[in-house]
């Protein structure tokens, strides 16, 4: 591990600023608090697929999968079964990781280039869509209700908006500290050469379906968690929302307006993004549905024209380029 990583733990920034966060259920409205909730459920799924996307440079549109593994099979154990949901997120992290693997087998067996690897992921995407529909274990499309939330946290239950809140925000600083660790990590590295030029990487001696598959994985076990975590929240399992192709586009879209490859920009994407998405949701979603898309795609093309890189990096140059000047 790179000093760099250590020296930015010891950093007191990320420590304030968790710490302030963490005060906010004490200070919001339930309704402000649940949009920061969902806020943090789209940053932490957006900081999982950048292992993937953006670090490796894999355009995975399988998240969604992974995100209704967590949550639809580790609820569906519970309901069914009765299965402690504990148990349940640990049967769904490993099923996840074993789908990527699988999905990351298939792109090293064929060898398939950028485009035929999006269009197979997205493909396991749309077959776990219709699957999960139009089966009768996971509730078919009527989805799943849970039990009521008590406060029992050996039940995997947080106590209503303030035990999910912050259940998510410790899971959105675990998703950034694994970026982090990857990013400081000889897998950083090689994970950075696959996605600048593969064949030079497997050229020199870098394991392609090694690497590809712990990306992939540690990628789809945070995923998985947050999906369940996001379904305990939710008290209700929607197919149609938690299994959705559309949840994958989002997250991209946040990871790719908030800076790909980086450990900040997928999260600040989702924190410019998303509390607009729920609040035009709120005010205009009866008169105006799908009018936070339209949005979206306005800012995403506002920032390829005006940093293609993304936010963060373009906050960060303009911050380098200060320092120089004043130096």
Known sequence: MRPEFFAQLRSPVPWIVLAVAAVMPFVLPNYYLHIFTITLVY???ASAWNI???????????HSLFVGCGAMLSSALLVRYGLNMWLGVIVSAAAAAAIGAMISFIDFRFRLGHLSFALITMAFAEMAEIYVTGTEFFGGASGLFLPKDTGDFFAFQFGGGRGAFWAMLAMTALCLLANLAILNSPLGYYLRSIRDNENAAQAIGVGLLRNKTLAMT?????TAIVGAIYARYLAFVDPYLLVSPTLT???????TVGGLGSVIGPALGAFLLAPLGEILRGHFGGSLPGLHYFIYGAIVV????VSPAGVWPAIVSRLAKRGRQKA
Not at 218 to 222: C, D, G, Y
Not at 249 to 255: G, K, P, Q, R, T
Not at 302 to 305: E, H, K, R, Y
Request: hydrophobic content about 75%.
């Open 43 to 45: 940053a932490a799924l």
């Open 52 to 62: 993937v996307g953006g670090i490796a440079g894999q355009i995975s549109l399988a």
């Open 218 to 222: 540690i990628s789809a076990v945070l």
């Open 249 to 255: 586009v989002e997250i991209i879209l946040f990871a």
């Open 302 to 305: 506002a920032v390829i024209l």
